[in-house]
């Protein structure tokens, strides 16, 4: 069993910072992609941020320049570093990662998401 826990939700004014963890644990041999995801209500889950175990990333581009990714390997955490938040980044964040825990099995496991509110 995997389980996916994520910290660091929360309220914060237009122009501040959250940090974001979220550490993977459970029955885990190989941890490639993780990453974050946001979902706003009625629409679509979408593509924040992603890291490959090599250390590559990618944003979308709402939020380059504002958030960073980074991933500790020993620890099979992922964050997301949110700087120069705005309202509209107000949703519930959720992270995955895409792991191997043997037997030939491939899986994306997700967090249970924590929100974040902007103030404006």
């Known amino acids: 069993q995997v389980q996916l826990v994520e910290s660091g939700g929360g309220l914060v004014q237009a122009g501040g910072s959250l940090r974001l963890s979220c550490a993977a644990s459970?029955?885990?041999?190989?941890?490639?992609?993780m990453g974050w995801y946001r979902q706003a209500p009625g629409k679509q889950r979408e593509l924040v941020a992603v890291?490959?175990?090599?250390?590559?990333?990618n944003y979308a581009d709402s939020v380059k320049g504002r958030f960073t990714i980074s991933r500790d390997n020993a620890k099979n955490t992922v964050y997301l570093q949110m700087d120069s938040l705005k309202p509209e980044d107000t949703v519930v964040y959720y992270c995955?990662?895409?792991?191997?825990?043997?037997?030939?099995?491939?899986?994306?496991?997700w967090g249970q998401g924590t929100q974040v509110t902007v103030s404006s």
């Open positions: 459970g029955r885990i041999s190989v941890i490639n992609n």
């Open positions: 890291i490959t175990s090599g250390g590559s990333t």
């Open positions: 995955y990662a895409e792991i191997y825990s043997g037997y030939g099995v491939w899986r994306d496991y």
